[in-house]
């Protein structure tokens, strides 16, 4: 049985309707790594480093925490009925009724900040119904923020490139979207274009093909013009990266059923869905930002790097937003290929742009010690993660049931992370059998006892 003391921390999840199995009941403290396999050594361990870094950070001020609950959602990737279940996950939404979507806020979701962590397309079984399923959360009246993820971005360039003239540095985004779109490009295709007439105004497969391929001179022009501001081997992976995707795409849209005509007349309805104003899904990118910050935390889709702190002290999270944006609009190269767009791509490998330990000290600065990002899909729950000793929260929990499905696991996940105003920062998975709980002052207290032991 879970004490007292352990059911308090937890969110009111226990008496909601709908309750997802699998929901922890307990609480554990939050170690380092995957925290899947405990020993008093590594215990000990995982807090000696929480302590030195924590002690680092509140050396340049004080810890901030938010003014209300932020409800954190790392990469639903299309599966609706996961997303309810996290949404349920945080005590503050209930179920209202016996659709998938049939939801109400309570007291708590009334009074908390939803952020969505990015990719909300591809992968699970349903784009449109989580779509949907986000648009009735926010119908509830629900604060919630939309972070930009890499699979959502893609498919902004994708079709933004069709409507424009044909330029090396964009004329490729439609196919560097890859075989991941198919599933999307299927639902849209039955809902919307599934009759007799549907090809009646598409030209032939010849014209649709060069309208959504780039140009046989594409591979010249776009080395040389992306040599002015990226690195040759980030050249070369790109062109590389397309030239299998040129050779295989057309494989993939016939092995799902697609002819080139049905793609691009798909493709022109999903323009006419999320980028003409009055389309049902208009909402989703614009109201899409590059980052969120609370208190001493930064929520991003998947991670920062020295540039970005830079931007960051100098212009401002607002600005940056704005930014983002701008560029979506006017520079989708300079925004994919810059600073901006590594912020939703980076996965601090060695050819992604370096977060240091000056850059690190430079966020310290600023205030801000902790990332909470998706973008990393986990099978234990989140993780804490040091990145040049600056804590990450890795928060994609694996939702979406067909990733789950590649994995071994079962069923659909639920998962949030939860960060309270009074200090703690909890993340909740049906995957791993207690709550996680982080507490930066416990740290703190650590060092004020070894002062007064001294």
Same mark, same amino acid.
């Given at each position: 049985?879970?004490?007292?003391?352990?059911?308090?921390?937890?969110?009111?999840?226990? +008496?909601?309707?709908?309750?997802?199995?699998?929901?922890?009941?307990? &609480?554990? =403290?939050?170690?380092?790594?995957?925290?899947?396999?405990?020993?008093?050594?590594?215990?000990?361990?995982?807090?000696?480093?929480?302590?030195?870094?924590?002690?680092?950070?509140?050396?340049?001020?004080?810890?901030?925490?938010?003014?209300?609950?932020?409800?954190?959602?790392?990469?639903?990737?299309?599966?609706?009925?996961?997303?309810?279940?996290?949404?349920?996950? =945080?005590?503050?939404?209930?179920?209202?009724?016996?659709?998938?979507?049939?939801?109400?806020?309570?007291? *708590?979701?009334? $009074?908390?900040?939803? &952020?969505?962590?990015?990719?909300? @397309?591809?992968?699970?079984?349903?784009? @449109?119904?989580?779509?949907?399923?986000?648009?009735?959360?926010?119908?509830?009246?629900?604060? &919630?923020?939309?972070?930009?993820?890499?699979?959502?971005? $893609? %498919?902004?360039? +994708?079709?933004?490139?069709?409507?424009?003239?044909?330029?090396?540095?964009?004329?490729?985004?439609?196919?560097?979207?890859?075989?991941? *779109?198919?599933?999307?490009?299927?639902?849209?295709?039955?809902?919307?274009?599934?009759?007799?007439?549907? @090809?009646?105004?598409?030209?032939?497969?010849?014209?649709?093909?060069?309208?959504?391929?780039?140009?046989?001179?594409?591979?010249?022009?776009?080395?040389? %013009?992306?040599?002015?501001?990226?690195?040759?081997?980030?050249?070369?992976?790109?062109?590389?990266?397309?030239?299998?995707? =040129?050779?295989?795409?057309?494989?993939?849209?016939?092995?799902?059923?697609?002819?080139?005509?049905?793609?691009?007349?798909?493709?022109?309805?999903?323009?006419?869905?999320?980028?003409?104003?009055?389309?049902?899904?208009?909402?989703?990118?614009? !109201?899409?930002?590059?980052?969120?910050? !609370?208190?001493?935390?930064?929520?991003?889709?998947?991670?920062?790097?020295?540039?970005?702190?830079?931007?960051?002290? /100098?212009?401002?999270?607002?600005?940056?937003?704005?930014?983002?944006?701008?560029?979506?609009?006017? !520079?989708?190269?300079?925004?994919?290929?810059?600073?901006?767009?590594?912020?939703?791509? =980076?996965?601090?490998?060695?050819?992604?742009?370096?977060?240091?330990?000056?850059?690190?000290?430079?966020?310290?600065? @600023?205030?801000?010690?902790?990332? &909470?990002?998706?973008?990393?899909? #986990?099978?234990?729950?989140?993780?804490?993660?040091?990145?040049? +000793?600056?804590?990450?929260?890795?928060?994609?929990?694996?939702?979406?049931?067909?990733?789950?499905?590649? /994995?071994?696991?079962?069923?659909?996940?639920? +998962?949030?992370?939860?960060?309270?105003?009074?200090?703690?920062?909890?993340?909740?998975?049906?995957?791993?059998?207690?709550?996680?709980?982080?507490?930066?002052?416990?740290?703190?207290?650590?060092?004020?006892?070894? #002062?007064?032991?001294?």
């Amino acid at each position: 049985m879970p004490s007292k003391d352990q059911v308090t921390l937890l969110p009111d999840y226990h +008496g909601a309707d709908g309750v997802p199995r699998g929901l922890p009941k307990t &609480v554990d =403290t939050w170690l380092l790594g995957r925290g899947h396999r405990v020993t008093a050594k590594r215990v000990d361990r995982s807090r000696a480093r929480l302590r030195k870094v924590v002690q680092r950070a509140v050396s340049h001020g004080s810890w901030k925490w938010p003014k209300r609950p932020v409800f954190f959602f790392g990469d639903p990737h299309a599966d609706a009925q996961a997303f309810i279940g996290s949404l349920i996950a =945080t005590g503050g939404v209930i179920k209202s009724g016996p659709a998938v979507d049939d939801i109400a806020l309570n007291r *708590v979701g009334r $009074r908390a900040l939803f &952020v969505i962590g990015g990719d909300c @397309l591809d992968k699970g079984p349903s784009n @449109l119904r989580l779509l949907r399923a986000i648009r009735r959360l926010i119908d509830t009246g629900a604060r &919630v923020k939309l972070i930009a993820g890499n699979h959502d971005v $893609r %498919l902004l360039m +994708g079709l933004r490139a069709l409507s424009e003239d044909a330029d090396a540095r964009t004329e490729h985004f439609f196919v560097r979207m890859g075989p991941k *779109v198919v599933p999307l490009l299927l639902e849209v295709g039955k809902e919307y274009l599934d009759g007799r007439h549907a @090809l009646r105004d598409i030209p032939s497969a010849r014209e649709c093909r060069r309208r959504l391929f780039p140009s046989a001179a594409w591979f010249d022009d776009f080395a040389v %013009l992306a040599a002015q501001s990226l690195p040759d081997v980030a050249v070369r992976r790109e062109l590389a990266r397309m030239q299998n995707k =040129t050779e295989t795409l057309e494989h993939a849209w016939k092995d799902a059923g697609l002819s080139v005509r049905q793609v691009y007349a798909i493709a022109c309805k999903c323009r006419d869905l999320f980028l003409c104003p009055d389309g049902e899904f208009a909402w989703f990118f614009r !109201d899409m930002q590059l980052l969120h910050r !609370d208190g001493s935390f930064l929520f991003v889709h998947a991670g920062i790097d020295d540039s970005l702190v830079r931007l960051i002290d /100098k212009r401002g999270i607002g600005h940056l937003n704005r930014t983002f944006r701008e560029q979506l609009k006017n !520079d989708l190269f300079g925004f994919y290929y810059g600073p901006l767009g590594n912020a939703m791509r =980076t996965k601090y490998r060695d050819f992604d742009r370096p977060l240091s330990k000056d850059g690190v000290k430079h966020a310290y600065r @600023l205030g801000l010690y902790a990332v &909470v990002h998706g973008h990393r899909n #986990r099978s234990y729950g989140q993780r804490i993660m040091l990145r040049r +000793g600056m804590i990450h929260f890795e928060c994609d929990t694996t939702m979406d049931r067909n990733s789950r499905k590649k /994995k071994g696991m079962r069923g659909f996940g639920s +998962g949030v992370t939860i960060v309270q105003p009074a200090g703690r920062v909890l993340g909740i998975s049906n995957d791993y059998p207690s709550a996680k709980s982080f507490v930066p002052s416990d740290y703190l207290q650590d060092m004020a006892k070894g #002062r007064h032991a001294a």
